[in-house]
T-cell receptor, first 114, second 114 residues
Framework: ETGVTQSPTHLIKTRGQQVTLRCSSQ?????VSWYQQALGQGPQFIFQ???????GRGNFPPRFSGLQFPNYSSELNVNALELDDSALYLC?????????????FGSGTRLTVV | AQSVTQLDSQVPVFEEAPVELRCNYS??????LFWYVQYPNQGLQLLLK??????LVKGINGFEAEFNKSQTSFHLRKPSVHISDTAEYFC????????????FGTGTQLKVEL
């Protein structure tokens, strides 16, 4: 197993800028989800991609967008950054098999907006 | 919609003592239940999950959890903790009938002391 790899590990951006976070899924996994974990909070679901299409979204504005590529790697893009976007962003990959699949999480990207 | 409540934000315990971390959930549909551990500056690692069958679930590192449908609870237990168990623990749920997202609680910080 290759695990889930996220890059970069840390990032500092200025309010109003745009950012792209990257995720390489675990080998054989065809689904990727993104979560935002603010300091002292549990992760919050942003969205999920399956076969390169978004197929589930949490309560996040449209300036949060994503892509999934044919090799199942993924990007999270955030436009017009706000101070409250400062958080740990976690990527999780999974293999859809019936209704009981597991998730493998990456170590996350720590985004700080100043 | 589902929600998860972890009433204890911090649980201090002495090494080799037993510990229980509490998790209650609310959902209008059947759910799968998960416990994850997060060490400092790392992503989430799955401890155990309840999908169906026996209500007592055993996981990694000596942890176990019991699903109680009438109490809507899924408490995590370990009979004897070690210093290395110091971490943040998250309870999460996912709908069984479809849907993709995990809904997390706010986490419990377990601090094991000598």
């Amino acid at each position: 197993e290759t695990g889930v790899t996220q890059s970069p590990t840390h990032l500092i951006k200025t309010r109003g800028q745009q950012v792209t976070l990257r995720c390489s899924s675990q080998s054989g996994h065809n689904t990727v989800s993104w979560y935002q974990q603010a300091l002292g909070q549990g992760p919050q679901f942003i969205f999920q991609y399956y076969r390169e299409e978004e197929n589930g979204r949490g309560n996040f504005p449209p300036r949060f967008s994503g892509l999934q590529f044919p090799n199942y790697s993924s990007e999270l893009n955030v436009n017009a950054l706000e101070l409250d976007d400062s958080a740990l962003y976690l990527c999780a990959s999974s293999l859809v098999q019936g209704q009981s699949y597991g998730y493998t999480f990456g170590s996350g990207t720590r985004l700080t907006v100043v | 919609a589902q929600s998860v409540t972890q009433l204890d934000s911090q649980v201090p315990v002495f090494e080799e003592a037993p510990v229980e971390l509490r998790c209650n959930y609310s959902s209008s549909v059947s759910v799968y239940l998960f416990w994850y551990v997060q060490y400092p500056n790392q992503g989430l690692q799955l401890l155990l999950k309840y999908l169906s069958g026996s209500t007592l679930v055993k996981g990694i590192n000596g942890f176990e959890a019991e699903f109680n449908k009438s109490q809507t609870s899924f408490h995590l237990r370990k009979p004897s903790v070690h210093i290395s168990d110091t971490a943040e623990y998250f309870c999460a749920v996912r709908m069984t009938g479809g849907g993709n997202k995990l809904t997390f609680g706010t986490g419990t910080q377990l601090k094991v002391e000598l």
